[in-house]
């Protein structure tokens, strides 16, 4: 796993760098018995101008799904689009499987837990199902789409675990770009090689990351992670609501503090740029980092 390690020392302030939080209180929000939904973007029936997309980031939802309770059969067409799970568990099932019939984690069935990322390229067009079918439990997740380089893709599946002990080191690399780039062959489409090794290919010029960042301690991300093709990047950092309020960070020394449910966009940067964020809470911060051109 290519590791992006922690470091003692500050990072050198960006003072190019443009940091704005977006808080918490600022998302959409709707609450619908059995999902309860949060939005960093423009969603469904909430609308925001100013939050459309941020480079090709797209959607960032924070959801909480009952249990015997979740998304039916429904299409995707023409987004990247990423699960990562915080807790509880969520099972994605193909249109074309009859439930009963699963049989071992494959592409059409695949029960989620804790560390899980399931992705999936949209393309020209992909239909399932997410629902959390635990007896007890919520299933909370981040629901997170991009837009690719290109219209009119092969619909397909990826789904990695990520261990919490390596995010407990440093940043660990989630997705990467497809080796290839927009004028991927036939047989690299098929081979599904990412740009860094042990990450998920996305069809994007596009890398996410995640860390467990211990109470004072920092992690350093390295804009664009050496693989993207654009030098001017914009970063969006997300800090989700799994610490019950005690987790906070600070990003680049800035005083701005971020809690959880909060985000900030950071604009401005370039590739090679080193964006520390400090843990300043009581607990454990968990820190998603979505890095685009």
């Known amino acids: 796993m290519n590791t992006i390690r922690n470091t003692l020392s500050l990072s050198k302030m960006l003072p190019h760098a443009k940091i704005t939080p977006h808080r918490s209180a600022a998302r959409g929000h709707s609450d619908h018995g059995w999902l309860n939904t949060y939005h960093s973007f423009s969603f469904a029936d909430w609308f925001d101008p100013s939050l459309t997309h941020f480079g090709s980031l797209r959607v960032l939802n924070e959801d909480r799904v009952k249990p015997n309770s979740g998304f039916p059969t429904h299409p995707h067409r023409d987004f990247e689009i990423f699960s990562y799970i915080i807790s509880g568990e969520l099972t994605h099932r193909d249109s074309m499987l009859r439930k009963g019939a699963e049989g071992g984690q494959s592409d059409k069935f695949y029960r989620m837990r804790r560390g899980d990322v399931q992705f999936t390229t949209g393309g020209t067009g992909i239909a399932h199902s997410e629902q959390n079918e635990h007896a007890k439990d919520t299933v909370h997740f981040l629901q997170i789409w991009a837009l690719p380089w290109k219209r009119g893709l092969t619909p397909r599946y990826h789904t990695r675990h990520f261990e919490d002990d390596e995010k407990r080191k440093g940043f660990v690399p989630i997705l990467s770009p497809l080796k290839g780039g927009p ?35 920092k992690f350093e991300w390295i804009v664009g992670s050496g693989v993207t093709e654009s030098s001017k990047r914009k970063v969006y950092i997300h800090v989700p609501m799994a610490k019950k309020g005690k987790a906070k ?15 900030a966009f950071v604009d401005g940067v370039h590739a090679g740029d080193k964006l520390t964020v400090e843990s300043v809470g009581e607990v454990e911060a968990e820190v998603v980092v979505l890095d685009t051109a």
């Open 183 to 217: 004028e991927a062959t036939f047989e690299q489409e098929n081979l599904a090689e990412p740009t860094i090794d042990g990450t998920i290919p996305i069809h994007a010029d596009f890398v996410m990351g995640a860390g467990l960042i211990a109470p004072q301690g």
């Open 249 to 263: 960070v600070r990003i680049d020394g800035r005083e701005d503090i971020l809690s959880e449910g909060d985000g």
